[in-house]
């Protein structure tokens, strides 16, 4: 007994001092990144690593509000963090981001003016995007025969049980808000009525309200149509079902954006601006793009990807056509307005 | 009849249990990565389970702190419960009030205090600051389950041995130790599993590149989970279901009881 006691308590030691030891070889500046899992090519921070001696921490959120509360809480020395367009508007409300400086971002040149100055950062000086995409309609052209390109197809009695809803108010209003012809921000109450109406009016045909179930039951041909983000459709053409295709209807939509932004509690500015800068490098940007999947904005890797997958450039995924992106709008925050948009979505849901 | 009736019954319920994780072990191996769909036959997940870094980082910090956890937890909540046994009427009754409380406790308000007293002590987030964390939630369920165990002891037991001339610490280690050690490796399990599943304390309490497998899991949710997260846990069930038999066949064989 007394000999596994005293076994325990050198075992302890000897953990304690393996957590207290990595601490103290503070030498190489560490860089914390706060992501979202599965949405940066690994071999790109070892590439990093490699060329700057600059170590990676990466950290992993799954929704934009746990990644809030986690940050405005402090204690966290995060210094690239990967939010989406309408949290990095609350974010830049709340004081919490730091001013970006431009200077030490060169590559900045390549990102598509299209996705410069956008509404939830009009004077571009917090944020740089990393990602975007849209919301459309996807379906199943085995259960579809005709052509799909409104919004309208939504409400038709033919497919009756066979749609899916997006389970996230701001898209699904703003699905309902395009079809009228409105802007995804209205906030005319007026307006906003009308787009409820719809909403209960297509409740019957529609099978069920979903987020990432939606892919899943598309591919097993359990709904014909689906409104869904352009990301999903992409996921699904990289897994090569050619039976799902994806439209942006032309009424127009919404547009989104997953952005890089440095908060202002980081520690190292200067390294989290060298990292930004390398992510917006073509190469890398590209080799990006090819891992995730989805659409990045800076111009050289977009077309690169397009060049070698001929077949994305047909896409409403990867690549809508000018016109209907003319139409699409990026959410702006509702501020005093959200009650309103809560209630409506209440309204709807209880149905 | 009844007989059937009750053999239907039985494999209705293992069915209920069982089916979710056979689902999870066929799709890990399959070839396309969306659920629901067949695209074949294929072992590459496993093959880059082991390639991945984050997977595998993610592996290691959740054995580590489930490891860590629970044994602390077991070592502090096994003396607290000889202590709170010992107690008076009154206090015993206040400490086992007291040790409800955080078991009652929804987690994310657990998990949102813990964070707000480190950040508010200045810790830095990261590995000692889960590892607390984990420690702290799993005490009172030590303590729980070291408790009956104490009461069914006969109290006869610990006064024959002192008045034989067993000094009290020869005492707890020869007579009482033993005598709750069924309740105290159940604790030491019941500790090791649920620091192994914990999602939400650990992701406010964690920090600086330490993510456990629930969190990498979670995070997961915006592109779909990989299907190396199946082979993974498909792995550690199997692991499971082999020490399961190990130690079925000890104690079936051998005369020390293992619960």
């Known amino acids: ?22 601490g103290c070889k503070q030498d190489k500046v560490v860089l914390n990144i706060y992501n979202w899992g599965e949405y940066i090519d690994p071999e790109l921070l070892e590439k990093f690593e490699k060329e700057t001696g600059i170590k990676i921490n990466l950290d992993l959120f799954e929704t934009n509000e746990h990644m809030l509360a986690k940050l405005e809480t402090g204690g966290t020395q995060y210094d690239v963090i990967f939010p989406s367009d309408y949290v990095i508007e609350e974010m830049i409300k709340k004081d919490l981001l730091a001013k970006i400086d431009f200077s030490n971002i060169p590559n900045f040149r390549y990102v598509g003016d299209r996705f410069k100055n956008l509404n939830y950062d009009p004077t571009n000086e917090y944020s740089v995007p990393y990602f975007w995409g849209t919301v459309g309609i996807m ?3 085995e259960m579809v025969d005709e052509e799909v390109d409104s919004w309208d197809i939504l409400w038709k009695e033919k497919y009756a049980g066979k749609i899916l809803m997006l389970d996230s108010m701001r898209d699904t209003i703003g699905v309902a808000l395009k079809k009228l012809g409105y802007s995804v921000n209205e906030t005319d109450p007026g307006r906003l009525e009308e787009a409820k109406q719809l909403l209960i009016q297509q409740r019957p045909l529609v099978n069920g309200y ?48 997953d952005c890089m932004v440095i908060p202002k509690t980081s520690q190292h500015k200067k390294e989290a601006e060298m990292f930004i800068n390398f992510m917006l490098d073509p190469e890398n940007a590209y080799q990006n793009s090819l891992y995730v999947g989805y659409v990045s904005p800076v111009t050289e890797a977009f077309e690169r990807l397009m060049q070698e997958n001929p077949e994305v450039a047909d896409m409403d995924a990867y690549n809508p056509s000018e016109e209907v992106l003319d139409k699409c709008e990026v959410f702006i925050d509702l501020g005093d307005n959200r009650p309103l948009y809560n209630r409506i979505w209440t309204e709807i849901k209880v149905q | 009849m009844v007989k059937f009736l009750k053999r239907f019954y039985l494999t209705l319920i293992f069915i209920f249990l069982y089916a979710p994780i056979l689902v999870l072990i066929v799709f890990s ?53 000889i202590g709170i046994h010992n107690m008076g009427l009154f206090t015993k009754k206040m400490a086992l009030n007291i040790n409800y409380l955080p078991v009652l406790n929804p987690d994310i308000v657990t998990g949102i205090a813990l964070m707000t007293l480190f950040v508010s002590l200045n810790m830095r987030l990261g590995f000692m600051t889960m590892l607390i964390s984990h ?53 030491a399990l019941i500790a090791f599993t649920l620091s192994i599943d ?24 915006k592109r ?36």
Do not use: H
């Open chain 1, 1 to 22: 007994m007394k000999r596994t006691s005293i076994l325990l308590i050198t075992c302890l030691f000897i953990f304690a001092s393996l957590l207290v030891l990595p």
């Open chain 1, 139 to 141: 379906y199943n052209t």
């Open chain 1, 210 to 257: 979903y987020v990432d179930e939606i892919k899943d039951m598309m591919i097993n041909g359990d709904a014909a149509i689906a409104v869904n983000w352009s990301g999903a459709a992409m996921d699904i053409y990289w897994e090569g079902i050619e039976n799902i295709r994806f439209v942006v209807p032309k009424e127009g939509s919404n547009l989104w954006f």
């Open chain 2, 29 to 81: 191996f399959n070839e396309s990565k969306s659920r629901g769909y067949w695209g074949g036959f294929t072992l590459k997940w496993y093959v880059e389970l082991f390639r991945d870094r984050d997977i595998l980082k993610a592996l290691y910090y959740t054995f580590l702190v489930a490891l860590l956890s629970s044994i602390i937890s077991t070592v502090i909540g096994t003396f607290s419960a």
């Open chain 2, 198 to 221: 914990d999602f939400v304390i650990s992701f406010f309490t964690t920090g600086s590149g330490v993510t456990n497998l629930s969190i990498l899991v979670y995070s997961m949710a």
């Open chain 2, 224 to 259: 779909g989970v990989k299907p190396s997260i199946n082979a993974l846990t498909t792995l550690m069930l199997l692991t499971v279901v082999i020490l399961l038999l190990l130690i079925n066949k000890r104690t079936t064989k051998g005369d020390e009881l293992i619960p």
């Open chain 2, 135 to 187: 420690t702290v939630f799993n005490i009172p369920y030590v303590i729980l389950s070291v408790l009956p165990k104490l009461k069914q002891m006969d109290k006869n037991m610990t006064e024959a041995a002192l008045d034989l001339g067993a000094t009290p610490s020869y005492a707890l280690r020869k007579v009482i130790i033993p005598q709750i050690m069924p309740g105290v490796i159940t604790g």
